[in-house]
């Protein structure tokens, strides 16, 4: 019955989906270009990116070239200056000033900093966290990596062509930090700590915790990861011992309004994680772009974009002329397909070390990135056998004004905060009945949200509808660990709460596309996101 259930759940969602539309209202179709080629034209695009009158607009053109040894190098600029960058932090001025003058991942805190000077606007007054790290692994795909990626301006507002209220994407420290809290059975109490991690540490965490060895925490192929466990917070774990893990992902989720609402009492679900554990005040550090998929398929497979193949919500894939887009409703419960076959998802991992019982061994609720997991929303929305899921259920649907999570219902009127509700509700439904049985439960489950993300795009960052979001995603929360305890095993549960990107506040004066100066070069492109520049 259980199962029966949850299918039931699933079609359910699907009919959702497929009403609803794309959960980010879609990426604008491309500006394609078909005129002749000439030598230079990705240093020409640079250049007429560069141009001051587009300063508003482009924080940072970004590229890679080879060095004389063949390294590859990444390379940052705009009007202000060129710069060469190296792991590590090491910088190389070629002209102006240094457009990436910060890596600090800590910048803008405490919190009451990064209030007090909202939205840097000049590049050199910002911080853009391991640079050369996250652009290098953007740029490492042969066929899929764009020739040039354009950073928006935080305030840069592009309703046209895809933008919102609220905007993530950037290199930059606010919209690449989400949170990170760690809580429950194995891990150290130390509530708020001045430290931060990175996205790609947290598929390594899951495993870890759930009895993978650092040994096999590798890919495909047999090579390290890029992120590794955050051992630092973790109590010693006994070899060989699987353990019940449940990982939940707050789509969109400003980490440090996040973490504000929880110490002012907003939030009690995540104090009482943060109560029993630790939360990190620098969060963990999104890959680039900071956007949606590239970020869910990072943390599920600890490897950077340019290993796992995802490299935006959409992009170009030159080896098969495909436009793909996997951030979209026809299209998200396929998102798997397009991971590098040598890529291996934290729900393979665990499969490989814990042998299979009643029940599922590992779950997937709501998450697109599922390959391996036993149990999977989009694998059953797969299973339908229709691109668009299973049709309409009319008066089947869930219907978001009854839900008991919401706060202001005037925020329903958001189409995209509507479907966030119903999709959110219908996972709980599916957590409660995965964790009906405690001893059948699943030793990894994930829980992915998404009405967090509609809320900050929104209404931006801090505002009714994005604290509002944080709230209703609390109470499910609460919800959950409400049923645990009644269950008695919260205490043997440990879990981790994160999301995939920050957020920062467009400004509606700061519009413009950079089409025009493109256009006026005659060399042909592509442009996708936009800010995925394909000169071939």
Not at 239 to 246: I, T
Not at 355 to 367: I, K
Not at 424 to 435: A, I, T
């Amino acid at each position: 019955m259980v199962w029966v259930v949850m299918v039931w759940v699933v079609m359910v969602w699907v009919a959702i989906v497929g009403r609803a539309g794309s959960p980010l209202s879609g990426p604008s179709r491309p500006r394609v270009r078909s005129v002749n080629t000439t030598a230079g034209s990705r240093d020409a695009v640079i250049a007429a990116l560069c141009a001051p009158d587009l300063a508003a607009m482009v924080d940072l053109v970004l590229w890679v070239e080879p060095d004389a040894d063949g390294t590859p190098v990444a390379h940052a600029a705009n009007h202000l200056g060129r710069v060469r960058l190296h792991p590590g932090g090491k910088h190389e001025v070629l002209a102006g000033a240094d457009p990436v003058a910060s890596e600090d991942p800590m910048a803008f805190l405490p919190y009451e900093r990064e209030i007090a000077q909202e939205g840097p606007r000049v590049s050199t007054d910002n911080a853009y966290p391991y640079a050369a790290e996250r652009i290098l692994s953007l740029f490492a795909h042969a066929e899929r990596s764009p020739d040039v990626a354009v950073v928006h301006t935080p305030r840069h507002y592009f309703p046209d062509e895809g933008g919102h209220h609220g905007e993530h994407g950037s290199l930059d420290v606010i919209q690449s930090r989400a949170p990170l809290v760690l809580s429950g059975a194995r891990v150290t109490r130390r509530s708020y700590v001045d430290d931060h991690a990175r996205l790609i540490d947290v598929g390594p965490t899951l495993a870890h915790l759930a009895g993978v060895p650092e040994s096999d925490l590798l890919d495909g192929n047999g090579d390290p990861l890029d992120g590794r466990p955050l051992t630092a917070y973790l109590e010693p774990l006994p070899a060989g011992q699987p353990r019940r893990v449940v990982g939940i992902l707050w789509d969109g989720a400003h980490c440090g309004d996040l973490l504000h609402l929880a110490e002012a009492g907003e939030l009690p679900g995540v104090a009482r994680l943060v109560e029993r554990g630790v939360a990190l005040r620098g969060g963990a550090v999104a890959e680039f772009p900071s956007v949606t998929l590239t970020n869910h398929t990072s943390i599920l497979t600890g490897l950077g974009p340019g290993r796992h193949g995802v490299l935006g919500n959409v992009y170009f894939d030159r080896a098969t002329g495909e436009r793909v887009v996997p951030n979209d409703e026809a299209t998200w419960h396929r998102s798997a397909e397009w991971l590098h076959p040598q890529a291996r998802t934290v729900f393979e991992m665990v499969n490989d070390h814990v042998a299979p019982g009643s029940g599922p061994r590992t779950a997937s609720v709501d998450e697109a990135i599922d390959r391996g997991a036993d149990y999977a929303t989009m694998q059953l929305i797969r299973a339908s056998g229709s691109d668009r899921g299973a049709g309409d259920l009319g008066d089947q649907l869930p219907d978001p004004h009854a839900s008991p999570f919401v706060g202001n219902p005037a925020h329903l009127e958001d189409r995209y905060f509507r479907w966030g509700v119903q999709v959110d509700d219908l996972g709980l439904q599916q957590m409660l009945q995965l964790w009906a049985d405690p001893t059948a439960a699943p030793v990894l489950t994930w829980w992915a949200n998404v009405v967090t993300d509609a809320g900050h795009h929104g209404g931006g960052p801090r505002s009714e509808m994005a604290r509002d979001s944080l709230r209703q995603a609390d109470r499910r929360l609460v919800a959950f660990l409400d049923h645990l305890d009644g269950l008695g095993v919260a205490d043997e549960v440990t879990f981790l709460l994160t999301a995939d990107h920050g957020f920062e506040g467009a400004d509606q004066t700061v519009t413009g596309s950079w089409a025009p100066a493109l256009d006026a070069l005659g060399i042909p492109y592509r442009d996708e996101g936009p800010g995925f520049v394909y000169l071939h």
